[in-house]
């Protein structure tokens, strides 16, 4: 999971990063919106995975304080 996480996260530095290159462009074609969306569709996918990984050592530390 931390592997995809990082993917998704390596994706939407790099979409920002485009996007903050080409402002200008982004702003005479009124693109803005568009950005913004796919922006948001990558975060939102980052954040479901970041819950997972999470949720997955949260149960890993209850599992290890159960054993002491």
Excluded: G, H
């Amino acid at each position: 999971w931390t592997e995809e996480l990082m993917k998704t996260k390596d994706e939407r530095v790099r979409l920002l990063s485009e996007n903050l290159q080409a402002m200008k462009t982004v702003k005479f074609f009124a693109w803005e919106k568009s950005v913004e969306e796919k922006v948001t569709e990558i975060r939102d996918k980052e954040v479901q995975q970041l819950r997972k990984v999470r949720y997955a050592r949260s149960v890993q530390k209850c599992f290890l304080l159960t054993l002491l």
